[in-house]
């Protein structure tokens, strides 16, 4: 008698080899629309589906995984945040909640550091003067940025994309500071000549590049609030590649335009897909519409951990990347 293939319902259109290989060996139903699912319709979903596949765009919170059938036993996130899920409410249903960690750690870092070299040079700034014919030929005074060798970073987070980051500076004679929960090995800070800073406020005061790669959860909500953006210097840039929730983005803004900061580059937004106003407005910020694990390589990778994980849960197994309450 054939094994009967789990019904895996995914919220949005992911990658073709993803979605082909899903469809050989689940009982797949693809989203064709590329559309978030409403409510409703989400709700219905986790109602016909033993394995759920959503995204960053599916909030899943107590309520609706109340709502949840009784046959839904997983949660295979394709995205490494899951801030989007209550991961303790899952739980107490029996569902196990995966995700896809560590594949796009070296995109988010390349994004990184790529915000922190436009800021710092005013690259997109420059870009948009010559489309609109403001170039008038070279000047010894126009359009100068900031050299960024020689300053120091100050990364908040110092996980996997914040260490992946902090490679990719010391490239650039950038020295290395962080805060985190705990300091990372003597191996790892050695290697990196890497400062910890037990006192988050220490730090921001004294860093030329702020840049924020933690996780964002209750803990980290507006963890850079209006009085920590205080304490930056003024001739000092924040990037941003993690989550907008974890900034106070009026506060923010209103900083940016009053030049009490140099700069920001931000790939994430609070109240995303909304951005603040007065960030659309000011020429010292760089603005991306989420898209720091954007490549075609990283998506993939990202499904073939969702499919690894799905394929231990059927065979009995615990999946190799479930999330826990304990870990968040």
């Not at 054939?2 to 082909?20: A, G």
């Not at 900031?146 to 987070?157: E, H, P």
Request: glycine fraction near 8%.
């Amino acid at each position: 008698m054939p094994v009967r293939k789990p019904k895996v319902v995914v919220t949005r259109r992911l990658p073709d080899p993803v979605e082909t290989r899903m469809r050989e060996l689940f009982d797949t139903e693809l989203n064709l629309d590329d559309a978030p699912l409403k409510p409703d319709a989400l709700v219905a979903a986790m109602s016909r589906a033993d394995v759920l596949v959503p995204t960053i765009t599916d909030r899943i919170d107590a309520s609706v995984i109340a709502k949840a059938g009784e046959r839904l036993k997983l949660i295979a996130n394709f995205g490494a945040g899951v801030d989007h899920i209550d991961i303790p409410a899952a739980a107490e249903r029996g569902i196990t909640v995966t995700n896809t960690p560590g594949v796009l750690t070296d995109d988010t870092a390349d994004m990184t550091m790529g915000l922190v070299m436009a800021v710092a040079r005013r690259v997109v700034e420059g870009a948009e003067a010559l489309q609109h014919g403001e170039f008038h030929g070279w000047t010894p005074t126009w359009m100068l940025g900031r050299r960024i060798g020689g300053k120091r970073l100050g990364i908040i987070g110092m996980g996997r994309i914040g260490q992946a980051l902090a490679r990719r500076a010391r490239a650039f004679g950038i020295a290395i500071h962080y805060h985190n929960r705990k300091p990372v090995s003597p191996r790892i800070a050695e290697e990196l000549e890497a400062t910890y800073w037990e006192s988050l406020d220490q730090m921001l005061a004294r860093m030329d590049i702020i840049s924020v790669n933690c996780p964002h959860t209750p803990a980290t909500y507006h963890l850079l609030s209006a009085r920590r953006l205080k304490l930056i210097r003024p001739h000092a840039i924040v990037v941003n590649t993690a989550r907008g929730e974890i900034i106070d983005e009026a506060a923010l803004a209103a900083m940016l335009e009053a030049g009490e900061l140099a700069g920001a580059g931000l790939d994430v937004f609070e109240h995303e897909p909304a951005v603040n106003p007065k960030l659309l407005k000011l020429p010292n910020v760089v603005l991306l519409p989420h898209m720091s694990s954007a490549t075609i390589e990283g998506r993939v990778d990202m499904g073939e951990k969702v499919i690894v994980n799905i394929r231990t849960w059927m065979d009995g197994h615990k999946p190799p990347d479930r999330v826990i309450p304990a870990m968040l």
